[in-house]
């Protein structure tokens, strides 16, 4: 079994930046598929970024240019780090792992593990 949990969040400005993380526990993440999400109030959960354990990484069209995601096998860790941000992008923010090593899925239902979210507010 594996337990993530997210930190990182809070309150910005628009055009302020946030740094991400999301620690794991019982398992080691170095073989997943790690990847974070986002649900703002009244949407549904949508795929923000996500990175194979190579290294490979894939990112939604709206974060392109302005959200990195990156992982350090040896703490166990993944992040994202939050640039430019803007007022559509307060949600709140899920890390996931998925077992399949091999792609790195949009679809929430493809992970397998889900942490319990922290909250992004920007402010405009």
């Known amino acids: 079994q594996v337990q993530l949990v997210e930190s990182g969040g809070g309150l910005v400005q628009a055009g302020g930046s946030l740094r991400l993380s999301c620690a794991a526990s019982?398992?080691?993440?170095?073989?997943?598929?790690m990847g974070w999400f986002r649900q703002a109030p009244g949407k549904e959960r949508e795929f923000v970024a996500g990175?194979?354990?190579?290294?490979?990484?894939y990112y939604a069209d709206s974060v392109k240019g302005r959200f990195t995601i990156s992982r350090d096998n040896a703490k166990n860790t993944v992040y994202l780090q939050m640039n430019s941000l803007k007022p559509e992008d307060t949600a709140v923010y899920f890390c996931?792992?998925?077992?399949?090593?091999?792609?790195?899925?949009?679809?929430?239902?493809?992970?397998?593990?889900w942490g319990q979210g922290t909250q992004v507010t920007v402010s405009s």
């Open positions: 019982g398992r080691t993440l170095s073989s997943y598929t």
């Open positions: 990175i194979r354990s190579g290294g490979n990484t």
């Open positions: 996931a792992a998925d077992t399949n090593p091999w792609r790195i899925a949009i679809n929430r239902d493809d992970y397998d593990y």
